[in-house]
């Protein structure tokens, strides 16, 4: 997949990771018997020797996630609906609600925007990770695990990660488990009648979760996932930034 070079500090950095040092060593397993060896592919990444193959997976994923979800998101418009009207047509609006049915694609396809922005961030974690020696196991890292641990940083990245924490990926992160562990997204369709104005809003898709306090969070489609890709190109930006700058680029 190429890559999608749509911000400055995503574009330094493709330019110069190819010039980083790397270094080969030949890893040996085996017992006295039966001895074998593999070449193994080091990059010097942030003071450190990180396999080759399991860096560039954090990246590749990173990119081939987003691209999904910027797909997801094409997709999903053209099935959104917000309409307003007034007078006898908000009669229409009411009937129009009645009849929405909810198409199995689209479910499959607001799921999956949700899951690959969700990878993203947990993908940025590892990198995360690696750049301030957090020293988290791989297979244990997430988006969670990196905000418990960067909060006691002070540096410009931190704070600017723990804001969007509180802005928005905490949201995120509480949707995304809700549909992952517990129930499928729920979908309704809306109406806004704003009495003051004589007229009404009909959004056609929502999507709603119930919180710990029997709330439901309930979100328009496609303005919250507009909302998402536009926070999450600007953390993105400012993640290649803090790459950047620990590689001296």
Not at 53 to 78: G, H, M, P, S, T
Not at 208 to 218: E, I, P
């Amino acid at each position: 997949m190429k890559i999608l070079l749509d911000n400055e500090e995503k574009r330094k950095f493709y330019s110069n990771f190819k010039n980083l040092k790397k270094i080969s060593k030949l890893k040996r397993w085996g017992n006295k018997k039966i001895s074998r060896a593999n070449r193994i592919e080091y990059i010097e990444f942030t003071g450190k020797e990180i396999e080759e193959d399991r860096l560039n997976n954090f990246f590749n994923v990173l990119e081939n996630r987003y691209q999904i979800a910027l797909y997801c998101l094409e997709e999903i418009r053209k099935d959104c609906e917000i309409i307003e009207k007034n007078g006898t047509g908000i009669r229409e609006l009411e009937e129009k609600m009645k009849d929405n049915n909810v198409d199995i694609e689209f479910v499959i396809k607001c799921e999956y925007f949700i899951f690959a922005i969700s990878s993203c961030l947990d993908n940025i974690a590892q990198i995360i990770n690696i750049i301030y020696n957090f020293g988290i196991p791989c297979e244990y890292v997430k988006i969670s695990g990196i905000y418990k641990k960067i909060k006691k940083r002070r540096d410009n990245f931190s704070r600017y990660l723990l804001s969007e924490w509180k802005r928005w990926i905490d949201e995120l992160r509480f949707i995304r488990n809700k549909m992952t562990h517990h129930q499928i997204i729920n979908f309704s369709s809306h109406i806004d009648h704003q009495i003051k104005d004589e007229k009404a809003i009909f959004t056609k898709y929502c999507i709603s979760a119930s919180n710990n306090r029997n709330k439901d969070l309930t979100k328009q489609l496609p303005t919250y996932f507009d909302e998402i890709i536009k926070n999450y190109k600007n953390l993105n930006s400012e993640f290649y930034k803090k790459v950047n700058s620990a590689l001296k680029f």
